[in-house]
């Protein structure tokens, strides 16, 4: 009777156990518990939340950068290729680099999951470009996406600002004035990933993506690298699905394509699946920026 028990005893142990590791291999689905990340909707929002945010940016030594001469200059730059913007991946590799920007506020805190359930299902890497507002008002669907390892979280700034140390206008949207508000916009949003996932960015992507060169050293200096795009993949959400498709069969080994994942009513999601067999068919894989970066050697 005693063996009976305790053979019972060893298969409960192994039921337990078996359960508890397939459990943690599965991915994190939409509604579930994040405890792993220990925030909530209320935490981002919060007064300590964002209080904690600018303490990080006061830690900054912004008398170091204002006093760097680099930085006194007047920018002769203004644009979306201005000096130290990386827009493709320097390679033979017939890569491509497919990124994603989820803008917020005013230019739509949607999310297109049609777009997504194809990525996923067809296990694409992507490069996620993520607004600090867009992240407010999806905070669920940020962190499960954070936790799906074919996505890699970047930042695309705090109040979706052109990036300008002059205060520069691109598409109807004043940019930052000065290196401060520079810093602000590039850093409160790395410091939101970073304490909501773990991650700390290593590309940004203004809004608009227009820059002057000084803004890109600055960028540089807080330890990450400016990057827009070679395959202008949907403008901002406003092509027809064929554009999309169209626009993406440009794509050259290296190619990074510039599309929208917050537009859920557009036709970005339907250009990008009708692209892909095709991309495919030319013997194009996809990978995310780290990825194709680490296989030029960048």
């Given at each position: ?238 092509f027809s699905a064929q554009q999309v498709k169209d626009s993406l069969l440009n794509s050259k080994p290296g190619s990074i394509a510039l599309l929208h ?38």
């Amino acid at each position: 009777m005693r063996r009976i028990i305790l053979i019972m005893m060893v298969l409960v142990l192994f039921f337990t156990i078996t359960v508890f590791f397939k459990e943690k291999e599965q991915p994190m689905k939409f509604g579930e518990d994040h405890s792993k990340y220990n925030v909530s909707h209320d935490l981002v929002l919060s007064t300590r939340f964002n209080s904690d945010l600018l303490q990080s940016i006061a830690n900054i030594d912004l008398a170091q950068i204002k006093n760097n001469t680099d930085y006194k200059k007047q920018p002769i730059e203004w644009g979306e290729n201005v000096t130290g913007v990386i827009r493709n991946i320097p390679t033979d590799e017939q890569i491509i680099a497919l990124t994603f920007d989820a803008c917020g506020g005013e230019w739509g805190s949607g999310y297109d999951d049609e777009l997504i359930n194809y990525l996923i299902a067809e296990n694409i890497p992507a490069t996620l470009f993520f607004n600090s507002r867009w992240i407010d008002t999806n905070l669920d669907k940020f962190l499960y996406l954070s936790s799906l390892e074919q996505f890699q979280i970047e930042n695309h700034g705090t109040e979706h600002r052109p990036l300008s140390v002059n205060g520069l206008t691109a598409w109807g949207i004043k940019g930052t004035s000065n290196v401060e508000e520079v810093v602000e916009e590039v850093i409160s949003n790395y410091e939101k990933i970073k304490m909501l996932t773990g991650h700390s960015s290593k590309y940004f992507r203004s809004g608009t993506a227009f820059y002057d060169e000084v803004a890109v050293k600055i960028v540089n200096e807080l330890g990450m690298n400016v990057v827009n795009y070679d395959i202008l993949g949907d403008a901002g959400a406003t092509f027809s699905a064929q554009q999309v498709k169209d626009s993406l069969l440009n794509s050259k080994p290296g190619s990074i394509a510039l599309l929208h994942m917050n537009q859920p009513k557009k036709e970005t999601a339907e250009g990008v699946k009708m692209a892909v067999p095709l991309l495919r068919e030319k013997g194009f894989t996809f990978v995310t920026l780290d990825e194709g970066f680490n296989r030029s050697n960048r």
